[in-house]
């Protein structure tokens, strides 16, 4: 397993190089910079781009940029003046990931009993049951579930925080019940996922030998299900959830905005909408990061659920 | 038992969550009607929305109002514009002079103006600020409005490394602690309103040397407004306390404003109904008509609102070198086509119906309005005698504008009204907003232009020449109509260093109804409106030409 | 164990074949009543989106602004509309919201179908390669799919956006050859050409890991051994043996992302990459109608009831034929 971390890691030095490169160049093909404003006549443009260096060759400042990425200096922002893009970058991160984890657990929590339930009963209507209500889920994007939610639950019933976020360090409850409605926004279509994944594989295994097997030896149903058939079950859901969760704990510029939460899926965005390019190379940087540890991760759990899938390796 | 178990750790979980739903210690009762702060002894604090962070604290370098509003409230004016008149009013100035030529303005200072950290604001602080913003190695986005300083131009434009300047020979000079002294390349009346701005700004040097770029951190910002910045948590909020060395200390009432950053309106509405902020839609543009329908049929919600003008405009822009629109009576019918009342009433649901670029309030803007009125015969006529009589023969065209709901809207009710009026298609095109600039300027190919497309324009400071003259001046503007020098040109430049205020209002009239209703550069259809909400408890101006000072703002207990 | 990799192997084989594979399947899928309804909706969608005019009341385009944010079932009095019925409401520029979800129809369900069709090619093709080849090779093409992950699809979809509608604005004997192909692939798709190369960029990446999984899990399993063993070409076993066998999670992780490339082109179309307003789509209507919630609850509602029941068509009739398609419940 080592190996495999230890080669998969050494493989992040070409995608960082290629996906930067790539990055690097189209971002400057965009027409329009950062400074281009309505109002800004085109000589102050000139001369603010002038003195930060964007009149030079595109290769030269990549060159510059990648100087300054080895020593971990991804700049200053463009658009946020003289502020290094680190400053906003790993607060928002940091509050994506708590934001992030609470949605998967949120889908784990949801989609994992419905499928099961839904393929045990399949045909029946707690199957359909189950389906509706997970075809519900994704059916339903983020910017109309939030405002719905907060409808209902922050002003409505008044029972949770409209929006807006609050640290652990404020206490337990205000940091929770600050995060409840955005994980279940953010959580809900990825539950269903999980939910009509889980169903589907679970039917598949239950029909393979093996379960058949140890039903025929008198295993307890439920016992059957969880040592065996689960466990190859969850393969799909596993890869499927896998780069999901890279999306997913680096936020989601929706969720953010409804509700007033400063992740970092925003500067996705906004960082190329204003052409910041310190910002969207920081952004692309720290999400190849997390795209290489999510899909390791992967990789290492099918070494744990399905150890000769590891021979493969 | 042993076979349930798996379902302990996913039960647990849903239990914390209703458990969390239910038996939560609900949250501090905030209705709306009683000021937030009852007992006494508790600082006053009023919680306000931004739609956008702030891009910088930095007066030099600031530019949007998202950076302006909180600076207002960091940083003194030389002059203040008044948040109820927008007239200049003394600030960090007690008193200004100008010389019988109009080229030498002298500002006398107020001695009892301090820094946070004790220092006197002097005369020296507002000639280094000025000096700082001009410097090319700067790079200021709103150097330019200081162009009328003497050799102002020549200093900002210098190449860099290659050529060199003499910051000393720029026309600021502190004479003594407490005048300084500007000489203008002209004169110009609208001085006064630009020594508002913040881009000339006192700043504290020995904080810029010491810190850098850093300087406008909470740990190491110094001020000398009514407020000091306390804490600024990115993309989160921004915490302004009361400065304990104003020297007006005693006439601010609230001792503690929390700007929260809400980048979505309809989040900052729900936020503004359970109580969570004291004030919406103070630094965003107007609420969208669905949320404005829903408030005025709302009883509370209607009775908080207010609202008003802002000093901006936004219009059709023709491109005048390609055909069909090269010729005056095309844009005329165009204009004409456009329902202003209707956009106004219902697409937007609120501003002010336009027929001329700058609203009225601004120094010069005519009152009552001129240039095209809505109206469908005279659109129809024009069009005819432009020979294409009810749309006959006439191409389809493209009308370009910006991703954004709002532009989205406008343009499908331009597009549906210009086809009833005038039996004309426009294909829509929507674009990226830096792209869509690109796409536009003056210096894109005409073929590769629309022929129409969406621009607007917003007040640096209320004065005409920021508008017709800066905007739309053949040669010393960006000119994207690329419209050919003509009268309204030379007229709307000379407005600008006439002295004698009468003058300069009838100069501008007439510049206005040449551009706007001779020549159609553009079609000015609406003059934007803010929509504010604030709690009854709140007691405050409503400026249309001005950030708001919240040093005046007022909770009633 | 042997036996039923034995068994497994021929399952999908026409060897022992006693029926056709396409009449089994139909044969299973009609037996239920509720894949019948199913299959009815969404024909009936297809014949809405092939003739929407037929369908109809008024123009998509027809604006009557004092009449925006009316209640379903409220008659128009003044303006361009009066006398007409708003069934479902009138939206904020007073458009029937019947008429633009009938025309929407045809914009989503091609974006679905599109969407769907190639993500699912690109995708379960590169998978299977991916998963089936050697470790090195493998391994590349997955730090492919990483690289496509990381990289900023933002930028690539404001690139096109710009190409296009500069290309737009020239007239034709200026676009060159390549140019004049782009539009007139454009024109023919109906404007959503690039709807498609955006969504087949990106959409892809999850099925092609989906897939890897999956024959990384069976490849290793008796019965593909044994298909080795009697001399099976790898192509043949791809397609015959490992195909059958993980298509299940497939279909449906591929029926839940529809919604996905749904909103994606109102996305793009938002920005300026796609079909262009007045022309409305179901998914240009649920973001336009989000806003609307609280004031006029029908803008959002009808479209994004008519997703919803569609995604439900199609998730029980995926399920069906996944049932239907399973070499292992097949007899």
């Known amino acids: 397993m080592i190996r495999l971390i230890v080669r998969r890691l050494l493989w992040f030095i070409p995608v960082f190089f290629v996906v930067t490169g790539i990055t690097f160049v189209t971002m400057h093909a965009l027409p329009g910079g950062p400074f281009d404003k309505e109002k800004t006549p085109p000589a102050m443009v000139q001369q603010m781009e002038n003195a930060f260096g964007l009149n030079r060759p595109v290769y030269e400042q990549y060159f510059i940029w990648l100087g300054n990425a080895a020593r971990l200096n991804f700049g200053p922002s463009l658009a946020l003046r003289g502020k290094p893009v680190a400053g906003f970058l790993l607060p928002g991160l940091a509050v994506s990931v708590q934001l992030g984890i609470m949605a998967l657990l949120f889908a784990f929590a949801v989609g994992l009993p419905a499928g099961i339930i839904a393929a045990y009963h399949r045909g029946r209507w707690q199957d359909r049951t189950a389906t509706l209500v997970a075809i519900l889920g994704v059916s339903i994007p983020a910017i109309v579930l939030g405002p719905l939610l907060v409808w209902v639950f922050g002003l409505w019933l008044d029972w949770l925080p409209v929006a807006q976020w609050e640290p652990l360090t404020e206490g337990f409850w205000p940091w929770l019940s600050h995060l409840i409605l955005p994980a279940i926004t953010l959580g809900a279509g990825i539950s269903a996922i999980v939910a009509r994944l889980t169903r589907a594989s679970l039917l598949q295994v239950l029909n393979e030998d093996y379960i058949r097997t140890a039903h025929a030896k008198g295993l307890p149903r439920q016992l059957v299900t969880m040592r065996h058939a689960l466990r190859n079950a969850l393969i799909p859901i596993v890869t499927y959830i896998g780069p999901l969760t890279a999306a997913v704990i680096t936020g989601s510029l929706v969720v953010e905005q409804v509700f007033a939460i400063p992740g970092m899926g925003r500067y996705f965005v906004t960082s190329i909408t204003s052409r910041d390019y310190p910002m969207v190379m920081a952004v692309v940087v720290i999400y190849a990061m997390v795209i290489v540890l999510a899909n390791l991760s992967v990789d290492i759990l099918y070494i744990f659920i399905d150890p000769r899938i590891s021979d493969a390796e | ?557 | 164990m042997l036996n039923s990799a034995a068994q497994n192997a021929t399952a999908a084989a026409p060897l022992r074949r006693p029926r056709s594979l396409l009449r089994d399947t139909l044969q299973r899928l009609t037996k239920d009543v509720f894949v019948v309804i199913c299959a009815v909706y969404l024909a009936a969608l297809l014949v809405i989106a092939i003739a929407p005019g037929v369908f109809a009341p008024v123009g998509y385009a027809v604006t009557d602004f004092p009449e925006k944010f009316q209640p379903p079932g409220t008659v128009a009095t003044q303006g361009t509309l009066a006398g007409h019925t708003y069934w479902m409401g009138s939206d904020k520029l007073g458009r029937d919201i019947l008429s633009r979800l009938i025309y929407g129809t045809r914009v989503s369900m091609a974006v679905a179908l599109m969407g769907a069709s190639i993500s699912f090619v690109i995708g379960i093709t590169y998978g299977l390669v991916a998963g089936y080849s050697s470790k090195h090779v493998d391994n590349f093409m997955m730090r492919i799919v990483d690289i496509i992950y990381a990289y900023p699809t933002l930028i690539l979809i404001i690139l096109l956006q710009v190409y296009l509608t500069t290309l737009a604005q020239k007239p034709p004997d200026e676009m060159g050859a390549f140019g004049q192909l782009v539009v007139t692939i454009d024109n023919a798709s109906g404007g959503l050409f690039f709807v498609f190369v955006a969504i087949g960029v990106v959409s892809w990446l999850n099925m092609a890991r989906l897939v890897r999984g999956q024959t990384l899990h069976y490849r290793q399993q008796e019965f593909v051994q044994a298909a080795r063993v009697v001399g099976a070409k790898d192509q043949r076993i791809m397609g015959r043996h490992l195909l059958p066998n993980i298509i299940g999670p497939c279909i449906v992780a591929e029926t839940l992302a529809i919604p996905t490339y749904i909103y994606t082109e109102a996305f793009l179309s938002f920005i300026g990459l796609g079909i262009q307003p007045p022309l409305p789509s179901w998914g240009s209507m649920i973001a336009d109608g989000y806003g609307a919630m609280r004031t006029a609850p029908w803008v959002l509602f009808f479209p994004a009831i008519a997703l919803s029941l569609t995604m439900l068509a199609f998730n029980f009739l995926g399920d069906a034929l996944r049932d239907a398609l399973d070499p292992k419940t097949r007899k």
């Open chain 2, 1 to 557: 038992m042993r076979k349930f178990l798996w379902l302990v750790p996913i039960l647990g979980l849903l239990l914390v969550l209703a458990a969390g739903c239910t038996a939560a210690p609900a949250p501090a009762a905030s209705t709306g009607d009683a000021a937030p702060q009852a007992a006494s002894g508790e600082p006053i604090t009023v919680r306000v929305s931004t739609i956008a962070e702030p891009s910088t604290l930095d007066p030099n370098l600031a530019e949007d109002t998202y950076s302006i509003t909180p600076i207002e409230q960091l940083f003194l004016g030389l002059t203040n514009l008044n948040n109820e008149t927008g007239v200049p009013e003394p600030e960090l100035a007690e008193s200004w002079t100008v010389s019988d030529d109009g080229l030498t303005w002298t500002f006398n200072l107020r001695k009892d103006a301090v820094w946070s950290d004790g220092n006197p604001v002097t005369a020296k602080d507002v000639e280094y600020s000025v000096k700082r913003a001009v410097k090319p190695e700067t790079a200021s986005p709103y150097a330019y409005v200081l162009y009328l300083i003497k050799n102002a131009q020549a200093i900002n434009q210098t190449v860099l490394p290659t050529d060199t300047y003499d910051i000393d020979t720029l026309g600021v000079k502190a004479v003594d602690d407490y005048t300084v002294q500007f000489e203008l390349e002209a004169p110009a009346a609208y001085f006064e309103s630009i020594s508002s701005m913040w881009t000339l700004r006192p700043v504290p040097s020995w904080v810029i040397e010491e810190f850098g770029d850093a300087w406008t951190d909470p740990a190491n910002i110094v001020v000398n407004g009514p407020y000091l910045l306390k804490e600024w948590k990115p993309a989160e909020q921004l915490v302004f306390e009361k400065n304990p060395t104003y020297f007006k200390k005693d006439d601010v009432q609230i001792d503690r404003v929390e700007l929260d950053v809400i980048s979505d309106q309809n989040t900052e509405l729900a936020l503004y109904e359970s109580g969570d902020i004291d004030v919406a839609g103070d630094n965003a543009g107007s609420f969208p008509i669905e949320a404005l329908t829903r408030i005025r049929s709302d009883a509370t919600l209607s009775a908080e609102l207010h609202e008003g003008p802002r000093a901006s405009t936004t219009y059709v822009g023709f491109t005048m070198t390609k055909p069909p629109f090269d010729n005056v009576l095309v844009r005329k019918a165009f204009s004409a086509a456009i329902d202003r009342a209707t956009m106004v009433k219902d697409v937007v649901g609120t501003g002010v119906p336009a027929t001329q670029f700058a609203p009225k309030g601004i120094f010069g803007a005519p009152d009552p309005e001129v240039g095209i009125a809505s109206d469908v015969e005279q659109a129809k006529a024009w069009l005819a005698e432009a020979g294409y009589p009810d749309g006959e023969g006439f191409p389809t065209v493209t009308y370009r504008y910006f991703s954004s709901t709002l532009e989205e809207a406008l343009a499908q009710a331009l597009q549906a009204m210009w086809k009833e009026n005038l039996n004309v298609d426009v294909q829509l095109e929507s674009m990226e907003f830096p792209a869509f600039l690109a796409s536009t300027a003056a210096t894109v190919p005409v073929e590769e232009m629309p022929e129409m497309w969406r621009l607007g324009w917003g007040a640096d400071y209320p004065d005409e020449n920021n508008w017709v003259y800066e905007v739309f001046h053949c040669t010393d503007s960006q000119n994207r109509p690329c419209a050919e020098c003509t009268e309204a040109d030379e007229l709307a430049k000379a407005a600008g260093r006439e002295t004698d205020s009468a003058k300069r209002i009838e100069m501008y009239r007439q510049v206005e109804e040449m551009m706007f209703g001779d020549e159609v550069r553009v079609a000015p259809y609406y003059h934007r409106g803010f929509t504010i909400l604030a709690k009854p408890y709140i007691e405050r101006a409503y400026p249309a030409f001005a950030p708001p000072n919240w040093d005046t703002w007022r909770v009633n207990q």
